[in-house]
């Protein structure tokens, strides 16, 4: 049967003992075959890959396998799944001992490589030598560093040695643009998401991987203040990764973010976002002092004219900005004043001026004129 021969394993077992919420749950098979999963209604996951989903829970199960360095990058590995291939062996290929745990059916736990005594020490360390083998795992450290930070844990010395050593083979090149950035993502929604650039900025992978941010944190180590703001922050859009993405990279001008996007393939969404609150934070955060013709280049910039969903989110990176660059000019959200002055613009209607003759360019500019005319009148 393929239950007694399953394991629960990775992040599920590490939460548990850390007493965090588990998100997911990871399923190992050791003894079992693809065929006898596939009879048992799982459903395989890719073409050449051993995972499996639950017929009726859509947990993945995956069969026991070995792995072998084959060719460059995280992709250069011969797979062996097979059904002589044991927990232990299977476990040994995991990146850090904390993630190299399995658990039994019965409760049982199963540690060959010491996790729960990392876990107590709060130490990542890895598993074993062939952790070097794998650049994707110079990010997976970072982003563990930053999901436990909050709980004290650090980066064994040894471990901290491979991930120098793996920036300096240059196999963090042949990493996938993609999954630079699924890695980042994922960094952004820990509790303390700085600490995956500081562990990158250390070994040098930023320098490789991110360029322009290497240079900002050279240039400006507090750079990472506002990001450290958002995060504590108990706001709902602080928890936005997009939000927090940008509070690091609005120091950045536009070529640099354009370039950054294309290099770890930042979706547009918060590509955009980045690049409105690196030309706008000053004048949003000044709002009350700019003249009406100020303020409707400002919200007409910002694409506020036609909708206002963006606002708060806008509006609570300019809080993070001021508390963390400049506390003590203090923040004054500027919100009520931008809605009274859209409502204002909303009040200007373009039929009254084509009613007077205005068309083409000219009833543009006009209902332009008018719009800041009644900004004026605020």
């Known amino acids: ?34 065929e006898a999963l596939l009879n048992l209604g799982y459903t395989q996951v890719g073409k050449d890959f051993p995972v499996f989903l639950h017929p009726q ?21 011969q797979i062996h799944a097979s059904p002589t291939v044991t927990l232990e062996e299977d476990l040994q290929r995991r990146d850090l001992t904390i993630n190299a745990i399995a658990k039994a059916s019965d ?26 083998e794998d650049p994707l795992r110079v990010l997976r450290t970072a982003r563990f560093a930053a999901h436990l930070h909050h709980l004290g844990f650090s980066i064994a010395s040894p471990t901290k040695a491979l991930l120098l050593d793996i920036t300096q083979s240059g196999e963090l090149t042949t990493l996938a643009k993609e999954r630079i950035w699924q890695e980042t993502h994922k960094a ?18 930023l320098d490789v991987l ?24 108990t706001s709902e859009w602080d928890k936005n990764a997009e939000t927090r993405l940008t509070g690091l990279l609005y ?18 969404a918060p590509k955009n976002l980045a690049l409105a609150t690196s030309n706008y934070q000053r004048q949003l955060r000044a709002y009350t002092e700019l003249d009406a013709s100020q303020k409707h280049q400002v919200l007409s910039n910002l694409g506020l004219l036609r909708h206002t969903d963006s606002l708060d989110q806008l509006l609570s990176l300019c809080e993070a900005i001021t508390c963390s660059q400049e506390p003590l000019f203090g923040w004054h959200s500027p919100k009520q004043h931008i809605l009274a002055d859209l409502a204002r613009i909303q009040s200007v209607k373009p039929f009254t001026l084509m009613a007077q003759g205005f068309t083409g360019k000219a009833l543009g500019e006009a209902l332009r004129k008018a719009q800041i005319e009644s900004i004026g009148q605020g």
Not at 1 to 7: E, G
Not at 57 to 77: I, M, P
Not at 210 to 233: C, D, G, I, Y
Not at 251 to 268: R, V
């Open 1 to 34: 049967m393929v239950t007694s021969n399953t394991y629960l394993v990775g992040g599920a077992v590490r939460d548990a003992l850390l007493g965090l919420t588990v998100h997911e749950r990871d399923y190992l098979v050791v003894g079992s075959t693809p």
């Open 57 to 77: 829970s859509k947990e993945e199960y995956a069969l026991a396998r070995t792995e072998r360095k084959s060719g460059q990058g995280y992709t250069g590995f």
């Open 107 to 132: 409760g049982q736990l199963i540690d060959p490589f010491g996790g729960q005594q990392d876990i107590q020490a709060k130490l990542l360390r890895h598993v074993s030598q062939a952790f070097s």
């Open 188 to 205: 952004l929604n820990t509790r303390s998401p700085w600490i995956y650039f500081e562990v990158l900025e250390a070994c040098g992978a």
């Open 210 to 233: 991110m360029p322009a941010l290497a240079e900002l944190l050279n240039r400006r180590p507090q750079a990472l203040n506002t990001l450290k703001h958002l995060s504590v922050s």
């Open 251 to 268: 120091q950045l001008n536009k070529p640099q973010i354009e370039d950054l996007a294309a290099q770890i393939k930042i979706p547009n």
